[in-house]
């Protein structure tokens, strides 16, 4: 299984995210410092995704870095995939990026993103994962936490986790499992989540520090999946 790091887009926290482990990075793009961004390709470095909460704006920007991928931010169907798609296709056009290179990751924080998974499948040949965020999710239904008295997910949330898992195997891409609080749940809880997304088959988990990296990689062997194969 594989750790994606989520970091903000400032130079410093960038770079030390590269020597983190993390097979790939989702950087967020607010205060983006270019210079801090890995060169797409270079050898040994994480795969790049991009996220933003405001895609239409920020795209532009987003792709003079040439990521790997994009982050769609509460995604909700396959408009929403086809759209970003479309959008990429004209962006690479003028950058001379060759069509399709550039990977769409669908985020599900809402309710009406859950309920639409099943229209992803077969959405877009650029999307290469479907990942979840459970804080957000929580959130939006109002739950006072994502954890119950048996210290696993609530009901509701577990079912978005199976739909995540089950859309991404009948679409054969990667299914990417939400990250664990910082914070909130101890060590063992972490690794309890960890060894529940690999007995489910999920390809990767989000991870928000290096020590959350290290917990995902142990006894990994560390090869490419689909979503950290450039």
């Known amino acids: 299984m ?137 959130a939006e239904i109002a739950a006072p936490a994502i954890y119950g008295p048996d210290g696993g997910l609530i009901p509701p949330l577990a079912q978005i986790r199976s739909l995540v898992r089950l859309t991404a195997a009948a679409a054969g891409i990667d299914a990417i499992d939400t990250a664990c609080p910082l914070g909130g749940p101890s060590g063992s809880h972490l690794a309890r989540e960890i060894e529940a997304a690999r007995r489910d088959g999920f390809a990767g988990k989000l991870v928000r520090d290096a020590d959350q990296v290290r917990s995902v990689m142990t006894g990994d062997d560390r090869s490419p999946a689909s979503l950290t194969d450039a």
């Open 2 to 138: 594989r750790a994606i790091l989520i970091v903000p887009g400032e130079a410093r926290a960038v770079a030390a995210a590269m020597a983190s482990g993390a097979q790939a990075l989702i950087v967020d793009v607010t205060d983006l410092a270019p210079p801090g961004l890995p060169a797409k390709g270079q050898e040994g470095a994480p795969l790049l995704y991009l996220r933003s909460r405001d895609v239409e704006r920020d795209l532009p920007a987003m792709m003079e870095a040439a990521p790997h991928g994009i982050v769609l931010t509460r995604c909700e169907g396959a408009r929403d995939v086809m759209r970003l798609g479309a959008r990429l296709a004209v962006e690479e056009a003028m950058r001379g990026i060759p069509d399709g290179a550039t990977r769409i990751l669908a985020l599900i924080e809402t309710a009406k993103g859950a309920l639409a998974l099943p229209t992803l499948v077969g959405s877009s040949d650029r999307l290469a994962g479907i990942a979840w965020d459970a804080e957000a999710a929580r």
